[in-house]
């Protein structure tokens, strides 16, 4: 339409236009102004539900832009109404200002620390203090200082006292300017980011008051302990161990000394900036501001032996004979840190919560274990000849273990991960405890353990290992030889290690599943991958030598099988995993929208139909638009009378309103209600001669039905209490003898489309926009996919984004093109109601072909060539675009 109101403005075509005073010309200006924002509006509000429904990451940055722009859209949209219309909707400006503040005022409302003590001792830290000092240390201190168990002494150092460091020395702005456009897809641009903020971090003074905290807290350890004690500097950042368990993306520096605290400190800082760090709360919805580093400083454990415990089994869910509240308990000889990262062997026992009885032991060969230096740090050593075969653990101190674990999995009430190590005087201490993560959607399988029979006639490459992360994927594989090389794995592939470790943190966005030959269920590495919902099997030995780089693999991991090529009946998509539901930046986004996107105002004859009655910015386009459309409607008050809106009487059950911009109607029409005779219009003759087609049945429903709730929702969306039975608000038409602006709207959903059919084919078009529905958001989607696939075949190019699609074609002849429209004239009758049945995606291609076949109406019959798809049941009420 803008580009035809464009000829006329500019030439003397037009002969109505040519006698247009100064102020009809203006009106025509803004009603082109008011029609580009309410497309754009359109289609900025279609963007921000993409973010939320396609399961893909995104940031609060992202979120902003798009909010800032809306609203600054919607406000050009209410200026536009009030020119066109002289002021009439005064209301709309602060109905906008209203929710813009809302919506900004939230979204910028950045994680503030507030103002506290920049260290705290073990003995003041309670699970209350998880905002203060992260989860990891507020729940060591809960297990020492309210479950009562065995744990190191220290002290932590606050998120507050983090945040203090970073604005002092002007590192928070730095590292926001230098963050804040970083793609985490581009794993080598991610990489160098990262390590130009940590080289920042790592560089800077701490602030004198801070150095002195952490030296007096250091000279009270060592009244307890000995001028020589030690230090494990641990990462407990704020939003560690909540819904997101963060699991071996940040830092630990172990066996510090007092003079190297308060770099170790940093150190820890600046691991909130490493790749994997960043694209995991990237990943999973949290922003940098999310993210504050608080840390905990505790006493080291002379380790004999340490591990890992589970309270119950994320990967059981289905697997027989293996209980889901089996305790499970990893351990390898001296320091934990290879059980965690899953870069050793280690022995493995599973206890039966009921009776403590062992039901399962796996004992491994341990070649070499890491022991405390007599300076800082740690080393690594071989492990003495009569040990690496043997047990880490007898059987008293694993039923002790066991027990804490129980003990704790009370106290928190939901099942645990937890960290333990027994020092050299066979003592056990709680070293970590935070929530275990279960896993999304696992699906049924058979344990390792039950040697399940592999698929018939497939040959399989490797069996064995043990399922980290359960599922089934194909495709090439990668295998790595140095994290250096991750940047360099690609989109799909199944990702070959010698051993687990957290640093794959970033490709686990384009990898199908990760094969390793060491590695334990119980590693961090293992975690993130359920989280991911990615199949992982660790501890498969000889996979780098069995399995060739590059070679098309099919990995089962729930029952522990790799197959040569693609085993079609073990892969299937995936369920998607939506990572960042329930993250602040995924809550800030869905508060966001639902101020935005529910349209509240359908009917223009309602009397909340006004500026007051608008509650989201999707109800003030409607508004705007609606207006704008009856001020253009009623521009003919400067002109002859013949030039003002008439009605059509069209045989359809629509209320058309025209305005004929010169010779889109005859010369004889009525001046109030014009018949389809009377239509000279090239295009609106084509579209009308689809819309009333006998084939399409506006009214009635389609043919396969509705049923129950559904259809009642249908009857009352589409109803008017008008006598002349016409469906919804009025319909618009813009004419003139080779263009048709036709814009409709029937309950929750709107339609427009915009032609010019002349004999210059160079000047042809056809442009036909779709969105909403009174469905949920997927239904609506599906629909959008089938009018795509309709309109495809019909040769427009076309776009979908979410449940708006768009097509276009142009350079036909004026006959080619009015059969196009006569075609879009039919689709618009027939797709009304298809969102409400559209259940599931193999749904689609059997509508396209009944609409081709001139089933417009969609009714069973002999020669369907297949039955159709089952009905809705009708019985879930239509969300009307709010948010599920």
Same mark, same amino acid.
């Given at each position: 339409m803008l580009k035809f109101l464009n000829m006329l403005l500019g030439s003397g075509r037009q002969q109505a236009v040519s006698r247009e005073d100064g102020a009809a010309k203006r009106k025509y200006e803004y009603f082109k102004s008011l029609l580009i924002k309410n497309n754009r509006s359109l289609e900025l509000l279609t963007e921000f539900e993409h973010l939320l429904y396609e399961n893909k990451p995104f940031t609060i940055e992202q979120v902003l832009i798009l909010s800032e722009d809306l609203i600054s859209l919607v406000y050009d949209l209410a200026e536009d109404l009030n020119a066109l219309s002289g002021g009439k909707h005064p209301g709309l400006f602060d109905a906008t200002e209203r929710l813009g503040v809302a919506i900004l005022k939230d979204l910028a409302h950045r994680r503030r620390i507030k103002k506290g003590e920049l260290i705290l001792p073990m003995r003041a830290l309670s699970a209350e203090l998880a905002d203060e000092v992260g989860g990891k240390a507020a729940n060591l201190g809960e297990v020492a200082n309210r479950a009562g168990l065995p744990t190191p002494r220290g002290f932590a150092v606050s998120a507050y006292a983090c945040q203090h460091f970073l604005r002092t020395t002007g590192l928070s702005e730095r590292i926001g300017r230098r963050m804040r456009r970083i793609d985490v897809k581009d794993t080598g641009e991610l990489m160098a980011v990262c390590e130009e903020v940590q080289a920042m971090i790592l560089a800077a003074p701490l602030p004198e008051e801070l150095s002195i905290g952490m030296a007096a807290c250091m000279d009270e350890l060592a009244g307890l302990f000995g001028p020589d004690v030690r230090v494990s500097v641990r990462s407990s950042a704020t939003c560690e161990d909540s819904e997101a368990s963060f699991a071996g993306q940040h830092a630990t520096v172990l066996n510090v000394s007092a003079h190297n605290v308060g770099q170790a400190w940093k150190e820890v800082v600046a691991s909130t900036f490493s790749p994997r760090a960043v694209y995991y709360r990237r990943s999973m919805g949290y922003s940098d501001d999310d993210v504050v580093m608080a840390v905990l400083c505790v006493t080291m454990v002379d380790a004999r032996a340490s591990g890992v415990m589970y309270t119950g089994d994320p990967t059981a869910a289905g697997v027989p004979g293996q209980g889901a509240d089996d305790i499970l308990v990893s351990a390898a000889w001296g320091l934990g840190v290879s059980v965690v990262d899953g870069s050793a062997g280690a022995d493995f026992y599973a206890v039966r919560r009921k009776d403590s009885s062992i039901v399962r032991r796996d004992v491994a060969v341990k070649l070499r274990r890491l022991r405390l230096r007599a300076d800082d740090g740690i080393r690594e050593e071989e492990v003495p000849e009569g040990l690496r075969r043997a047990p880490c653990l007898d059987e008293t101190r694993i039923r002790q273990l066991a027990a804490y674990g129980v003990r704790l999995e009370e106290h928190y009430g939901q099942p645990l991960d937890i960290e333990w190590a027994q020092d050299q005087g066979g003592r056990l201490f709680i070293l970590q405890a935070r929530p275990l993560g279960m896993g999304h959607g696992q699906e049924e399988g058979c344990s390792p353990a039950a040697q399940p029979e592999p698929v018939h006639g497939r040959e399989v490459l490797l069996r064995g290992g043990a399922m980290a992360s359960p599922g089934s994927a194909a495709g090439p594989v990668y295998v790595l030889d140095s994290d250096h090389n991750l940047p360099a794995v690609p989109q799909g592939a199944i990702l070959v290690a010698r051993k687990t470790s957290p640093a794959y943190v970033p490709v686990l966005g384009r990898i199908r599943g990760i094969i390793t030959e060491v590695g334990s269920v119980t590693g961090h590495m293992a975690s993130v991958a359920r989280e991911f919902g990615v199949p992982t099997l660790v501890g498969l030995e000889n996979a780098s030598r069995a399995i060739a780089h590059g070679e098309t693999i099919?990995?089962?991991?729930?029952?522990?099988?790799?197959?040569?090529?693609?085993?079609?009946?073990?892969?299937?998509?995936?369920?998607?995993? =939506?990572?960042?539901?329930?993250?602040?930046?995924?809550?800030?986004?869905?508060?966001?929208?639902?101020?935005?996107?529910?349209?509240?105002?359908?009917?223009?004859?309602?009397?909340?139909?006004?500026?007051?009655?608008?509650?989201?910015?999707?109800?003030?386009?409607?508004?705007?638009?609606?207006?704008?459309?009856?001020?253009?409607?009623?521009?003919?008050?400067?002109?002859?009378?013949?030039?003002?809106?008439?009605?059509?009487?069209?045989?359809?059950?629509?209320?058309?309103?025209?305005?004929?911009?010169?010779?889109?109607?005859?010369?004889?029409?009525?001046?109030?209600?014009?018949?389809?005779?009377?239509?000279?219009?090239?295009?609106?003759?084509?579209?009308?001669?689809?819309?009333?087609?006998?084939?399409?049945?506006?009214?009635?429903?389609?043919?396969?039905?509705?049923?129950?709730?559904?259809?009642?929702?249908?009857?009352?969306?589409?109803?008017?209490?008008?006598?002349?039975?016409?469906?919804?608000?009025?319909?618009?038409?813009?004419?003139?003898?080779?263009?048709?602006?036709? =814009?409709?709207?029937?309950?929750?959903?709107?339609?427009?489309?915009?032609?010019?059919?002349?004999?210059?084919? =160079?000047? =042809?078009?056809?442009?036909?926009?779709?969105?909403?529905?009174?469905?949920?958001?997927?239904?609506?989607?599906?629909?959008?996919?089938?009018?795509?696939?309709?309109?495809?075949?019909?040769?427009?190019?076309?776009?979908?984004k979410g449940d708006m699609v768009r097509g276009e074609v142009r350079k036909y002849s004026q006959t080619d093109l009015k059969q196009k429209l006569d075609m879009v004239g039919r689709l618009l009758g027939a797709v009304r109601l298809l969102d409400m049945l559209l259940s599931d995606d193999g749904q689609i291609d059997w509508y396209v072909e009944e609409f081709f076949k001139g089933n417009y109406a969609f009714e069973r019959g002999a020669d369907d060539g297949g039955q159709p798809p089952p009905p809705v049941d009708g019985q879930t009420p239509p969300s009307g675009g709010a948010l599920p």
């Open positions: 099919t990995l089962d991991a729930t029952s522990g099988i790799v197959y040569r090529g693609v085993v079609p009946e073990l892969v299937r998509d995936r369920p998607c995993v =939506n990572l960042m539901r329930g993250s602040p930046v995924y809550k800030a986004a869905q508060e966001a929208l639902r101020r935005m996107a529910p349209l509240n105002l359908i009917d223009p004859k309602a009397l909340n139909f006004s500026p007051e009655g608008c509650r989201t910015l999707h109800d003030i386009i409607r508004f705007a638009h609606e207006m704008g459309m009856r001020e253009m409607f009623n521009i003919g008050d400067g002109l002859d009378d013949a030039e003002g809106a008439v009605r059509l009487r069209a045989g359809v059950p629509l209320n058309i309103l025209v305005v004929d911009l010169g010779g889109g109607l005859t010369p004889t029409a009525p001046k109030k209600v014009v018949e389809l005779e009377h239509v000279k219009s090239a295009p609106f003759q084509g579209l009308l001669h689809g819309m009333t087609d006998p084939r399409v049945r506006w009214l009635g429903g389609v043919g396969v039905s509705l049923g129950g709730f559904a259809s009642i929702v249908a009857e009352s969306i589409l109803s008017d209490p008008n006598a002349d039975g016409t469906m919804g608000g009025p319909s618009y038409a813009v004419v003139s003898d080779h263009y048709v602006n036709f =814009n409709t709207r029937l309950g929750y959903h709107f339609a427009v489309v915009d032609s010019y059919c002349g004999p210059g084919i =160079n000047d =042809n078009y056809v442009v036909f926009s779709f969105k909403g529905g009174a469905a949920d958001i997927a239904r609506r989607s599906r629909r959008a996919r089938l009018i795509a696939q309709i309109l495809k075949r019909l040769e427009f190019k076309t776009e979908i």
